[in-house]
């Protein structure tokens, strides 16, 4: 294993330890109030159906660069991005640029409607992104990849 990839390794670990939600999430939630739901950004699209990150994860070349909304579980530790979980699988969920914002007490299920992408982060921001969810910067000893979302909606459901 290289550095790189031994960094990125570590920054995932952080980052998921951080997440203590690592349940599944079902692919589509028919029983959740639609009057409950709390939307940040533009209005949620009516379609595609959300996919479980998990899934997606399994196909993720179909799903880089395309629009794309995914379920899973809010992981909030800062108000500008958040991890979206769905078993083993996570990824940031960026904001626009910084367009809207969430709670930092969020948590839950939520579909992220965005463009999934892959990340390559210098170490000095891996080290910043790494303090921000708790972890050491000091582990983070080289550039970072790592997937993400940059959303235009987020539903966080009840």
């Given amino acids: ?11 995932a670990i952080f980052l998921l330890g951080a997440c203590a939600q690592r349940n599944a999430v ?3 939630s028919g029983t959740k109030s639609e009057s409950a739901r709390q939307t940040y950004g533009a209005n949620m699209p009516a379609s595609p159906k959300p996919v479980a990150l998990s899934t997606a994860m ?12 995914l ?3 809010v992981c909030q530790k800062k108000g500008c991005w958040m991890m979206l979980t769905d078993g083993d699988s996570s990824v940031r969920v960026k904001f626009g640029n910084d367009a809207f914002f969430i709670p930092k007490d969020a948590s839950g299920e939520a579909h992220v409607f965005g463009q999934l992408e892959l990340y390559e982060m210098s170490t000095a921001h891996a080290k910043h992104m790494a303090e ?5 910067p000091s582990n983070v ?6 997937y993400r979302v940059m959303a235009t909606s987020v539903v966080i459901l009840p």
Wanted: cysteine-free; charged content about 20%; overall charge positive.
């Fill in 1 to 11: 294993m290289n550095a790189q990839s031994s960094s990125a390794l570590v920054l």
């Fill in 26 to 28: 079902t692919q589509e």
């Fill in 58 to 69: 399994k196909t993720v070349d179909n799903f880089i660069g395309k629009p794309s909304k």
């Fill in 71 to 73: 379920s899973g579980l």
């Fill in 132 to 136: 921000d969810a708790g972890a050491a």
């Fill in 141 to 146: 000893k080289a550039p970072t990849k790592e």
